[in-house]
């Protein structure tokens, strides 16, 4: 054992009873920090986990956009699954209702293979469409039932009204994410070809990546293949604002809960004071014997982290168990009807577990250092002298 | 003359109290020889514990020269100085200054381990055999006597083997009975080990040890005839 571990372990414990106190309350805040910490991190990611997979589920990992044939891509490594597409501000009508929507015209024998979302009814066939659920809702609308499609922008101009076509509703699906649900309705690309008169081929095409495949990978490998006319761009570029505002999110939520390690830092920071004042002396006897300034330092560092350091491996602890006893008996319960799955996700990444580390030891150690700053400064003489 | 371990030149220190500023050391020099024991008398307050922190770099003088083994002292910085005192200076202090939390041979240890040395277990149970401790070795300051805790201070400076020990007013606290165990303790470890001793004290008696014997007046020392 080196002698500054010594020496900090029997200072400590000379003076757990003195400060027994503010150091339980700097453990405890350390540890209550960590516990916060972990569990809001991991539930975080359990809905970022969640969003992801859905707007993946919605949009598939990859969009290449422009004039590019299905074959193309499909001779590339690592993809499961493609999807053609065309897609246009449309308009929805029953009646006298109206509504803009994102007509997407695609490959419908495809469909339930590619997207992942719950549907009921069916994929659409010619002259069918498939709506989102808050769509129907409004429109009041259910399976089997009619509406009017059309697109103006694709309407020659001259007189006369816009032709619209009747539609049969196959399917209602539910993504809960975004508007989605509200916003799109998709329909066989033969339908989309008579609709869209003004386009002249696909938009683009959906990539779906075989899992464990590096995304960037195949990006990088479609932008070698594919001229640069096209643009490729994953479902994270496509979401950019979400994807920001999710990390955003995050930032606060870790920033907010330092708040906690601070306050523990405060008491720990006292704790030691405290300690210091008391050791003033013995100090004084060790820079005497040839002690230097850093291991002083270190010595009260070392009784920062013998406190504090408990109190977070502790939360530190008590946090991934949590996680973990969530993940496998799913205790904290959430409405299905909303998320889609009955028990509160939280997942746990090794980048996070890292950052709440950093975060506690950097406080433990500022709070330590601060304390120890002053006591390793003291000059011999007057620390030999103090209390006489 | 031999080999000078400790030298100090025209040493000036003063404290300063607001408007006041007490002059307390004035042309303070000092020779001290390798395996030389040195007294320094005076009156409390004279001075004696202020020169022997200036000596043994626990103080900085307000002018004049200093050197210990050849080195001087003013152009080190902190962790030089550090060095120095773990390695060429021994300190006993009037109170023992020993660490309450560390037992008998921890404290007398302590210098080693600062040392970053190997283990010298054996050197310190040979020390504190010497000093008559063999028993006591497992006990802590506390439930030592003021003599026991004196003669642990004394082997506790001796660890590292330094070429110089400073003692500021060893027996001060003693009765006489355990003084003269310890000056003569002193006056052997000086015969054994060959190390100087700058030894502080207000006892004529006890200043007889000194090779040479100094008084320690209004802030200038002067040496015995």
Not at chain 1, 278 to 304: D, Y
Not at chain 1, 344 to 364: E, G, R
Not at chain 2, 35 to 40: A, N, S, V, W
Not at chain 2, 186 to 209: E, M, S, Y
Request: glycine share 8%; proline share 3%; aromatic share 8%.
């Amino acid at each position: 054992m080196n002698w500054e571990k010594k020496v900090s372990k029997r200072f400590s414990e000379s003076s757990r009873r003195q400060v027994w106190f503010s150091g339980l309350f700097s453990m405890i805040g350390m540890g209550v920090g960590c516990f916060a910490m972990i569990v809001s991190l991991s539930v975080m990611n359990g809905f970022e986990t969640l969003v992801h997979s859905k707007l993946k589920g919605f949009e598939g990992d990859l969009r290449v956009s422009g004039q590019v044939s299905e074959n193309e891509i499909s001779e590339l490594d690592g993809i499961e699954i493609v999807m053609p597409f065309m897609e246009r501000r449309g308009v929805v009508e029953d009646g006298n209702d109206q509504k803009v929507v994102s007509l997407k015209a695609v490959d419908v024998a495809k469909m339930t293979d590619f997207y992942n979302f719950p549907l009921r009814g069916k994929s659409p066939e010619i002259s069918e469409v498939v709506i989102g659920q808050d769509l129907a809702y409004r429109l009041g609308k259910d399976v089997g039932d009619e509406i009017m499609v059309y697109s103006p922008i694709d309407q020659s101009f001259g007189f006369g009204l816009t032709p619209k076509t009747k539609m049969t509703i196959s399917g209602i699906f539910s993504t809960r994410i975004l508007d989605y649900d509200d916003r799109f309705v998709f329909l066989s690309l033969h339908d989309g070809k008579k609709l869209f008169k003004r386009k002249s081929g696909l938009d683009g095409i959906d990539i779906r990546v075989l899992k464990n495949f590096n995304v960037s990978s195949l990006k990088y490998n479609l932008a070698q293949k594919l001229s640069d006319s096209v643009t490729i761009q994953s479902w994270e570029d496509l979401n950019r604002s979400l994807v920001e505002a999710m990390k955003m999110e995050r930032l606060g939520t870790i920033v907010i809960l330092s708040l906690i390690f601070l306050v523990a830092a405060f008491n720990l920071a006292a704790a030691l004071s405290l300690i210091s004042i008391q050791k003033i002396k013995e100090v004084g006897i060790l820079k005497a014997m040839g002690a230097p300034i850093e291991s002083i330092q270190k010595i009260i560092i070392r009784m920062g982290f013998n406190r504090a350091g408990k109190g977070a491996i502790c939360g530190f602890i008590l946090g991934i168990l949590l996680t973990l006893v969530q993940n496998q008996f799913g205790l904290i319960p959430i409405p299905s009807d909303i998320y889609f799955i009955d028990a509160l996700p939280m997942v746990l990444f090794p980048k996070d577990l890292y950052t709440v580390i950093f975060i506690s030891f950097l406080f433990i150690l500022l709070a330590s250092f601060i304390a120890g700053r002053k006591l390793a400064h003291t000059q011999i003489k007057d620390a030999l002298q103090w209390g006489k | 003359m031999g080999e000078i371990i400790l030298q100090a030149k025209n040493i000036d220190k003063s404290f300063s109290n607001g408007k006041t500023k007490l002059s307390v050391l004035k042309d303070f020099s000092l020779d001290v020889d390798v395996g030389q024991i040195i007294t320094i008398m005076g009156q409390s307050g004279s001075g004696k514990t202020t020169a022997l922190n200036i000596l043994g770099t626990l103080d900085q003088a307000d002018a004049g020269e200093l050197s210990i083994n050849g080195k001087q002292v003013h152009d080190m910085n902190e962790t030089e100085l550090s060095t120095i005192r773990n390695r060429d200076i021994g300190f006993v202090f009037q109170f023992h200054h020993l660490l309450p939390e560390f037992s008998a041979i921890e404290n007398i240890l302590m210098p080693t381990w600062i040392n970053g040395a190997d283990d010298r277990r054996d050197r310190a149970l040979d020390l504190i055999e010497k000093m008559g401790l063999s028993e006591r070795k497992d006990h802590f300051p506390s439930q030592l006597s003021g003599g026991e805790r004196s003669r642990v201070a004394v082997a506790r400076a001796l660890m590292n083997k330094p070429k110089l020990v400073l003692a500021d007013e060893p027996t001060g606290n003693l009765d006489e009975k355990n003084a003269n165990k310890l000056i003569d303790l002193l006056g052997k470890i000086n015969k054994d080990f060959h190390q100087a001793i700058v030894l502080t004290t207000h006892n004529p008696k006890i200043a007889r040890i000194g090779h040479k014997q100094f008084f320690l007046e209004n802030g200038s020392l002067s040496e015995k005839a």
